[in-house]
């Protein structure tokens, strides 16, 4: 039985060395002109091109998606080579995460009481809540986008590929099955050329059929990834909208930014910086920020400087006294604020039980 296997071993590797050579030759002749070729059908040509342009643009738009939700190269591929190892990678900060820690800490060094200091750690409060939802989008979109893609590259098109290079070698073994046939002179070679060329016929013939059949089935394969994109536009609108949500929470209690922070920031060494009054900036703020209507930017506070009558503010922000003079404020406390004659046009008097002082009124939203 051991000499039979053997033989059987031997006499297949020969087989498949002589199948391997008359292929070899075939393919080489036509490529030289000097054989003729089968073609396949105008329809499984077009199918053939349908998978491979998908395979093409599958490729292009899963990369291109990883890079979008994973910009860092050096942690995509430490994420491949634990996914290849079939271990899960270790959790690290994202860059959202990281920056709202950084103000975090920042905010915390300043002191929370003073208003850079609070409003830091708000920012990085927010940063942290957009970090979370960024780990969020990129664990729906691998399952739900991601995955699929990769298992049509790396599954059914492997497949395809695999049946359509048979799909080759049994069209050579046909076209060279018609030469041999050609050249047959003897009548037994005919007949057993003819006999060679009905059987690779119809081993052609089954394997397109295969092969046709599986590549119809990208049509429901762009089906299927049409609706894995609804499931990735989704998610981004998802994660948009949190992100939205976060940074208009954010707006409203950070409230108005005052002059002296406006001014600071359009300096420029190049050119000097025009003085900008307070109620100027507070009205070009309140156009955008939702926190500080038009109406007490404008009526509110100049009625409020024409009459001796005191009303109710709320603080929008913490603010440290300068001198003696001026009032230390909290953010979101109510106090009562008044005019007196002669008074600077940015300033206002506030009280706070028995305490007084000097407040700005950029840091100020009058209340009905």
């Not at 069209?171 to 041999?180: H, S």
């Not at 070679?189 to 006999?195: G, I, K, V």
């Not at 070009?284 to 939702?290: E, G």
Request: with cysteine; proline share 4%.
């Amino acid at each position: 039985p051991k000499m039979n296997i053997m033989d059987f071993n031997v006499k297949k590797l020969a087989a498949d060395a002589g199948a391997f050579l008359s292929r070899a030759v075939q393919f080489t002749e036509e490529k030289l002109g000097q054989a003729e070729k089968t073609e396949l059908d105008a329809h499984l040509e077009n199918l053939l091109s349908k998978a491979e342009c998908t395979k093409l643009w599958t490729e292009k738009i899963m990369k291109q998606t990883e890079v979008l939700l994973q910009p860092n190269p050096n942690a995509r591929i430490e994420e491949f080579v634990y996914e290849k190892l079939d271990r899960k990678a270790p959790s690290r900060m994202n860059n959202p995460e990281l920056l709202g820690q950084y103000m975090i800490d920042a905010g915390n060094e300043f002191g929370p009481g003073t208003a850079y200091g609070n409003a830091l750690i708000k920012c990085g409060e927010t940063q942290k809540r957009i970090g979370t939802a960024d780990r969020e989008l990129i664990q729906t979109s691998a399952i739900n986008f991601l995955t699929p893609l990769r298992n049509f590259i790396e599954g059914d098109y492997k497949t395809i590929t695999k049946e359509r290079k048979l799909l080759q070698n049994k069209r050579l073994d046909l076209d060279a099955a018609k030469t041999r046939l050609k050249k047959a002179k003897v009548a037994e070679a005919r007949a057993a050329s003819e006999q060679e060329v009905r059987i690779t016929q119809s081993e052609f013939d089954r394997q397109a059929e295969i092969t046709r059949l599986l590549l119809e089935g990208i049509s429901s394969t762009h089906a299927h990834h049409l609706r894995c994109l609804n499931d990735f536009v989704e998610a981004q609108m998802t994660y948009y909208a949190q992100c939205y949500q976060y940074m208009l929470d954010l707006q409203k209690q950070l409230g108005s930014f005052p002059s002296t922070f406006l001014s600071n920031n359009n300096q420029s060494s190049s050119a000097p910086v025009q003085s900008v009054s307070a109620p100027s900036v507070l009205a070009s703020a309140s156009a955008s920020l939702p926190s500080v209507s038009n109406s007490v930017v404008t009526s509110g506070i100049s009625e409020l400087k024409s009459s001796s009558g005191s009303r109710k503010a709320r603080v929008l922000y913490d603010y440290d006294a300068a001198n003696s003079s001026e009032l230390s404020l909290l953010a979101d406390e109510v106090i009562t604020v008044y005019s007196i004659p002669g008074m600077d046009s940015d300033w206002l008097m506030g009280e706070r039980g028995n305490q007084k002082g000097k407040v700005p009124i950029t840091y100020l939203e009058l209340l009905n």
